[in-house]
Structures are given as C-alpha cells and as structure tokens.
C-alpha cells in the first residue's frame, strides 16, 4: 500500500501543475492506473471486498454451527458450547476436516453480531429499583454470608444498603420499612426482577401473580409494582451497579462486626457519606439531585409495614412448631393445637387464636431446635422421673445456687425432692430471677431447704418484710440433737471437781 505522502505528491504533480496521467506513472515509477485511483481518493482507501469471503471448508457447516448457537440460548450458561466443543461435533458427527481456528473465528463473530444493543435512558424523579446482592462478612466473630438488599433511586443516584443473614420474606418486607424511613418518604413505583418472594406465578400473558406478603406491603405503602423481564438484570441496570458498588466499595475487605445491628448502622453512615459525592456526568453531587426525587416521595403511612412472614401449622408431640427448618418450643398446654407463626429478622413469635404463646430469638442454623425451658415445667411437676434427662433444661444458664438446691433436695427426699425443685423452677414464671435467686439463697444459708420454705422467702423479699419460718413443718429437715441433763453432772460443778 502507497503512502499518504506519495499520495499527495501525485495529485499536486496532476492537479496544480497539469502533468499528465501518463507522465505521473513515469516520474514516479507507478503504474497509470494506480495514478487514476491517487487522483479520485485524497488518502489510501484501503482494501475493499467486493463479495462475503469464500470459506470453502467452513460455509456448508455454517448452518449446522447456527443451529447450535441458537439452541444454546435456552440452556444453563455453563453448559453451553465452546467454539472448541462445536468443532470436535463437527469433525465427529459431520465430517469437518477444517481447523479450529476458522470455527473460533466464526463463532466469536456470530456472538458479536448477535448481542444486545441497549437504549440509554433517563429517570425521573421519585422512582426506585429493589434487588438482593451477595458478600461474605464475619458476624459475631463468624464467617456468614450477607445478604444485603438495595434499593436505589436512579434519578439522583442516592441509594440505601441493609444487609441481612438471609433473604427471606422477612428481609425483603424490613429492608422496604427501613429504606422508606431513610429516605422519608415511598417511591412512586419501584422495578423489581421476578424474585419468588414478591412473584408467585408469571401467567402466560406476561402479566405477575403477586405473593401475598408482597401484595400486603404495596397495599400497605400504595407504591407501583414493575418487574423486569425474566433473567433481563440489565433491565435495572441502575440498582444492578448498586450491587456491585456496594460489595466492592463497602464490602471488602470482608467487614467484622459484632452484630448485623452495628454492621447496619455503619452501611448507613457509609450511605449517607456517598451522598457528597458527583457522578460522571452530572455537575451537582448525589445530595442536591436527591432533592427533587424527594419532593416527589409519597409520604409514610402512620406506622410501618408489619416485616415478617406468618405461617399456620401445628404444635407437635413435643411441643414444638417446626418455622424454616428449625424447631421452637411453646407451652406443653399448646401441644398438638394449630399455632400461627411470625417470623421475624431476628425473632420468631408464635400465637394461637388472639394470645401470644411464645417468643424465641431467630435461629438460622439448619435443624436446630430452640428451647424455653419454662415450657415444659408443668409438665416435668408430673413426670418428674425426666427431670435430669429433660433436654429442654440442658444448658439452661442458672445460677449456681440452684443446683445446690437440687441436690439437697433430692438427697433427702428422693423423687418427692424432685419435684419440690421443679416446683421452685416454677416460681420463675411468676416472680422474677433475682428474687427467686435471693430466696434460694437465704433459704441454703439458712436450711430451710424446701419449696413453701422459698416461696415464702420470695414473697418476703418483694413485700419487703422479715420471714418466719416455722421448723415444724419441715420434718425431713435435719435436727440438732439434744441429749436429757444427767443431775449428777451439776454435783461435780457445786464440788469443784470439774475444774
């Protein structure tokens, strides 16, 4: 190819000083014809095909190779076809004799031409994107995975962070309330992918079957629902960027802090610091857009959505209520009665009809089994034989006091002690620990090892009065011994001997 120089000089020898076409060819020692192109182009056009290339092994597989591309899109992404793969099926099941570098060639081709092309867009103000994202955290001195739900506004570009031990239905109703509140106020709509926990079914025409925990929270806050279409991220694009902003500049190194509770006021702060920042393309920082998607914010309802999931089920053999795979304990009485449950980020609470039966902190492990040993009292006073194997009493943290007592008791009375002591747990339900634990006390600093012995000293501390114990009621008490005076002894004292 000719440079551009020569170029030049063979249009200024024709074109300014009239030398001919023939002459040009001489004095520059290039063909005519060559001349007659460097007079119509200014610069080297370049080489043009005049037809598609001719690939004379490739071209009668081509169709072949489309086929599997197409029917690639409906497969899992990791066991589609590498170029490499389409290539050994061609030479094993259709004779190809080609190399592979002419298939790699054509299919990186084909996938290029194939992508899609996306519509820049614009946002107005007052409108918000949801989605989950994922990151690893240690959580109380833990490795855990975060979940950590965003929601993003995508005309000032503000967003809102909280991350969770799971994404539950729990979660994604909190992180709702808890965006709401910072923002102050409730998006216009909000954009969502089709997540099982606000998706319950897609119908034929398109259009979403809603869950009714999510129905209950639009309902609740009166914002518009969108989804995206299926497995279409960039159809939020927006809050996608969030997620990827808030695990690469928030989430690494990995964060350690001693509850999600302090890891989530400090994603906070770390939101609201954001807010001074200015975006590629914007002359004013995050904070001042964020204005105008405020004023355009519903304003909050009252109170806040109720964040949690309910479930109806029934209380088993055992007394316990089966939520996520783990197992809660309610009061022996509920046994076998149809319970509802609530489940909450970090409490699972348990009614039947209009009472609340019980209360347990939220366990995420797998099979666990969360005990109250209250629970269970009424019914260890019948079958006090269960007492020391009893397994809701395994590990539960009394004072020391307590099993001193237990030991008294059934050393000197046997089964009959046991159930006194289990009795004594039973004061708990009634009065509170510190005053059952001081009763315990002075009743083993006192031997007045006995149930009415404690109960009454507990009703002493709390009415503020001195106790009188009666001995005589307590006959499996230990006695001093007394023996009868001998009268002789009281001569030997008149007559001095003694001494």
């Known amino acids: 190819m000719y440079s551009v120089e020569l170029y030049g000089r063979v249009r200024h020898a024709c074109h300014v000083k009239g030398m001919s076409k023939s002459a040009a060819?001489?004095?520059?020692?290039?063909?005519?014809?060559?001349?007659?192109?460097?007079?119509?182009?200014?610069?080297?056009p370049g080489y043009r095909r005049e037809g598609p290339p001719v690939r004379p092994k490739l071209d009668p597989f081509v169709a072949i190779i489309d086929q599997i591309l197409e029917e690639d899109k409906f497969r899992l992404k990791k066991q589609r076809h590498t170029a490499r793969r389409i290539h050994e099926?061609?030479?094993?099941?259709h004779g190809f004799t080609g190399g592979i570098t002419i298939?790699?060639?054509?299919?990186?081709?084909?996938k290029r031409r194939t992508r899609e092309v996306f519509v820049p867009l614009s946002h107005t103000p007052g409108h918000a994107q949801v989605d989950f994202g994922e990151a690893l955290g240690v959580i109380g001195g833990a490795?855990?995975?975060?979940?950590?739900?965003?929601?993003?506004?995508?005309?000032?570009?503000?967003?809102?962070?909280?991350?969770?031990?799971?994404?539950?239905?729990?979660?994604?109703?909190?992180?709702?309330?808890?965006?709401?509140?910072?923002f102050g106020g409730v998006p216009l709509s909000i954009l969502y992918d089709n997540t099982s926990i606000a998706v319950a079914r897609i119908c034929g025409d398109g259009k979403r079957e809603r869950t009714r925990t999510f129905a209950e929270l639009q309902?609740?806050?009166?914002?518009?629902?969108?989804?995206?279409?299926?497995?279409?991220?960039?159809?939020?694009?927006?809050?996608?960027?969030?997620?990827?902003?808030?695990?690469?500049?928030?989430?690494?190194?990995?964060?350690?802090?001693?509850?999600?509770?302090e890891l989530n006021a400090w994603l906070e702060g770390r939101c609201l610091k954001r807010q001074d920042d200015t975006v590629r393309g914007h002359s004013e920082p995050i904070g001042e857009r964020l204005l105008h998607d405020?004023?355009?914010?519903?304003v909050l309802p009252p109170a806040p959505y109720d964040a949690c999931d309910k479930v109806s089920t029934r209380a088993t053999s055992i007394s316990m209520v089966r939520y996520r795979n783990n197992d809660y304990s309610v009061p022996v009485a509920y046994a076998h009665q149809e319970v509802q449950v609530r489940g909450y980020i970090h409490e699972v609470v348990i009614g039947c009809g209009?009472?609340?039966?019980?209360?347990?902190?939220?366990?995420?492990?797998?099979?666990?089994?969360?005990?109250?040993?209250?629970?269970?009292?009424?019914?260890?006073?019948?079958?006090?034989?269960a007492l020391d194997q009893a397994a809701p009493l395994q590990g539960w943290d009394l004072p020391a006091e307590f099993a001193a007592l237990h030991r008294l008791l059934e050393a000197r009375m046997g089964k009959k002690g046991k159930r006194e002591y289990v009795q004594v747990l039973r004061l708990l339900e009634t009065f509170e620990m510190a005053h059952v634990?001081?009763?315990?006390?002075?009743?083993?600093?006192?031997?007045?090892?006995?149930?009415?012995?404690?109960?009454?000293?507990?009703?002493?501390?709390?009415?503020?009065?001195?106790?009188?114990?009666?001995?005589?009621?307590?006959?499996?008490?230990?006695?001093a011994q007394v023996e009868t005076t001998d009268p002789a002894s009281y001569k030997v004292l008149m007559s001095g001997e003694a001494a």
Request: charged content about 30%.
């Open 25 to 44: 060819a001489r004095h520059f020692g290039i063909d005519r014809k060559t001349v007659a192109k460097m007079l119509i182009h200014a610069v080297p």
């Open 89 to 93: 099926r061609l030479r094993e099941e």
């Open 103 to 110: 298939v790699t060639d054509y299919v990186r081709e084909k």
């Open 143 to 182: 490795e855990c995975k975060l979940h950590y739900l965003a929601m993003s506004l995508p005309h000032s570009d503000a967003f809102f962070i909280k991350a969770y031990p799971a994404e539950t239905t729990e979660a994604f109703c909190d992180g709702h309330n808890a965006a709401f509140t910072f």
């Open 219 to 261: 309902s609740h806050y009166l914002f518009e629902d969108k989804f995206g279409r299926p497995a279409k991220g960039n159809d939020k694009g927006n809050v996608e960027g969030v997620i990827g902003y808030g695990r690469r500049n928030f989430l690494v190194p990995a964060p350690r802090f001693k509850s999600f509770d």
């Open 294 to 298: 405020l004023d355009a914010l519903m």
């Open 354 to 385: 209009a009472e609340v039966i019980a209360r347990h902190p939220r366990s995420y492990e797998k099979a666990d089994m969360v005990f109250d040993p209250m629970h269970y009292l009424p019914l260890l006073e019948q079958k006090v034989g």
């Open 437 to 479: 634990h001081g009763a315990i006390k002075h009743a083993l600093g006192h031997g007045t090892i006995g149930y009415d012995a404690v109960k009454h000293l507990v009703l002493c501390r709390i009415e503020k009065r001195p106790p009188r114990l009666d001995l005589d009621v307590y006959p499996y008490l230990p006695k």
